[in-house]
């Protein structure tokens, strides 16, 4: 099981959350010093994968979001305390619309399946048997009321 996206996969097939880098190799693709990286993984903006020696892997995602986090900080001016609250956020965000495609696709093979039960009751119906139709008759209905002492 891949422990960040829940699914099985092969141990050997590299993606985009294979922690693959050390600190170093993390710093200079991300353009920071290593210091930083540490700073921000203490912060909780940053957390990489660890060995069993505890050392920093840092995936391809997380370079990229120490880019995110680096352009966020130096370009728009927002403290890391505010650049950790956007990643929640976007992590929520995110986590919510995999929940939302998870419900359309159930709600739409309970659909699916409930179209073949109604076709299965359709297909059931005797031919021999005629519909009944609602005769309209005029009616009238009168409501007797008896007058109150006063």
């Known amino acids: 099981m891949d422990g960040r996206s829940g699914r099985s996969r092969n141990p050997y ?26 700073q921000y993984d203490r912060l909780g903006l940053v957390s990489p994968d660890r ?20 352009q966020l900080s130096q370009d728009e001016g927002i403290n890391l305390a505010g650049i950790k609250r956007i990643i929640e956020l976007e992590n929520q965000v995110a986590a919510l619309q995999q929940r939302v495609a998870e419900l359309s696709s159930a709600v ?3 659909a699916a ?19 009944y139709q609602d005769v309209q008759q005029a009616s009238a209905l009168v409501v007797w009321r008896p007058k109150r002492s006063e």
């Open 108 to 110: 739409e093979g309970a």
């Open 51 to 70: 060995t069993p020696g505890r050392g920093r892997r840092y995936s391809a995602r997380d370079i990229e979001l120490l880019r995110t986090v680096q």
């Open 13 to 38: 097939e590299l993606t985009d959350e294979s922690p693959v880098y050390v600190i170093s190799v993390a710093a200079q693709l991300s353009g920071l010093h290593p210091q930083t990286l540490r």
């Open 113 to 131: 399946v409930l179209q073949q039960r109604e076709a299965q009751v359709h297909a059931s119906y005797r031919r021999d048997l005629v519909p």
